[in-house]
């Protein structure tokens, strides 16, 4: 699945391309299913481009059978069901990916359902847990909770013992939110989040995950505890904004920004790693899930992309291929 041109969803087309093949260290996948990311949205309208020497087929993750394993691989064999952390490519019938890249499915995941995985979980653990190394009893505010990396960040942060706060559009968002451990759930379209948040804790916010960006910036710094982290992975309310550096300076806060797709392959694999240890063990035995909107086949990727595009979904969209 490429892009005809830059565009809204009508662009995207299923073009013949040649099949991938495993350098050293690769594996490919044969692909049972992909999921929707807003970067996928993003690069589809032209402003999001795979990074240099990376496919341009569509997909930031999937889950399939291995079907060829390169030189110098050792843990994974042919035949094996698995999912990956994909730079791009995941919108094919085969994707070829660094072993490193690659989980197990965990217990009790179906095939295509491990699809909503590996993007939300390495997003998640590496920004909330391994960068701003939430403690159990903090307080956690992360934007968007019905989303599809909203829905991880919950879940995982409240199976770890963090107090969950999220923003949602909607008073069934806020219910699903509620159902998957968050404590607070603020209606952002009516109420003001720094005051419900400061209600919840008068101390703050001790990690925010925000992807809203300048709109929120000023906001999230002043919902911030003392010595709290703000860390930012999206931009959907804007890029640019002032930011008054005494007001974080007093909270003695931290401000992260980072982006999981450029990492280099040892970057991407170190948080596999990771997220093996530490989330897999809580998808095995049901404390997180994957929260799945809808499955679609690939025919119909242009109705998923407009699903995703409206945020009339909770959790994750996957296409089948
Ligand atoms: N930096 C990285 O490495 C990285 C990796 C993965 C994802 N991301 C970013 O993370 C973000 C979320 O990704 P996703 O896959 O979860 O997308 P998604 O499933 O489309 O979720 C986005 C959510 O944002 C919410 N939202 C929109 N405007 C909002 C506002 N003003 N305040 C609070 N929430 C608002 C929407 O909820 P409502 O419908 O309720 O408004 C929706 O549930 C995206 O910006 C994506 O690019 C970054």
Redesign the pocket.
Known sequence: MLCREAGSPEVLEVRDVPDPTAGPGEVVVDVAATAI???DL?QRRGVYPPPPGASDVLGLECSGTISAVGDGVERWQVGDEVCALLVSGGYADKVVVPAGQVLPIPPGVSLVDAAALP??AC?VWS?VFMIAALRPGETFLV????????TMAIQLAHALGAKVAT????ED?AETCRQLGADLAVN?REQDFVEEVRRFDDSGADVVLD??GA??LARNVDVLAIEGRLVM?????GRKAELDLGALMGKRGALIA????PRPPEGKAAIVASVEENVWPLVADGTVRPIIHTTVPLSEVSRAHQI?EE?S????VLITT
Request: glycine fraction near 24%; aromatic fraction near 4%.
């Open positions: 990311n807003q970067a993003q993007e939300a997003t920004n934007h968007g909770g019905g989303g599809g990396i909203g923003t949602v559009g909607s968002k952002y992807h809203i709109k929120y992975i999206g931009m959907m309310g980072t982006l999981l797709r995703v945020s979904h909770v959790g994750k």
